[in-house]
């Protein structure tokens, strides 16, 4: 198991950045992908980047060049993945959510490990 808790959520400007973070902990030697998505309100949940363990990204066409997905150095039960945003936008507005899977699979339909969410509200 792994539980993933996902923090850094808060009300921006537009134009500022925000840095997420997400602790994971349990058996994440297990993990082979790490992703961030969001859902914003009356819309369907969406994937906006995903990171290997080899540490390779991918971003999404509507977030690349604005965010970063990271991770530290893991240790065996404990890491902490990270979701860098830049210029924000008012559409950026969701609740952001952490996630984990063992498997490597097309990851647009979610992943197997969920945290509880951040929000993000951005707005003058």
């Known amino acids: 198991q792994v539980q993933l808790v996902e923090s850094g959520g808060d009300l921006v400007q537009p134009g500022e950045s925000l840095t997420l973070s997400c602790a994971a902990s349990?058996?994440?030697?297990?993990?082979?992908?790490w992703g961030w998505y969001r859902q914003a309100p009356g819309k369907q949940r969406e994937l906006l980047a995903t990171?290997?363990?080899?540490?390779?990204?991918?971003?999404?066409a509507s977030v690349k060049g604005r965010f970063t997905i990271s991770r530290d150095n893991a240790e065996n039960t404990e890491t902490t993945v990270y979701l860098q945003m830049h210029s924000l936008k008012p559409e950026d507005t969701a609740v952001y959510y952490c996630?984990?899977?063992?498997?490597?699979?097309?990851?647009?339909?979610?992943?197997?490990?969920w945290g509880k969410g951040t929000p993000v509200t951005v707005s003058r």
């Open positions: 996630a984990a899977d063992r498997k490597y699979r097309t990851y647009f339909d979610g992943m197997e490990y």
């Open positions: 349990g058996s994440i030697w297990e993990i082979v992908a």
């Open positions: 990171l290997t363990k080899m540490g390779t990204p991918y971003y999404v």
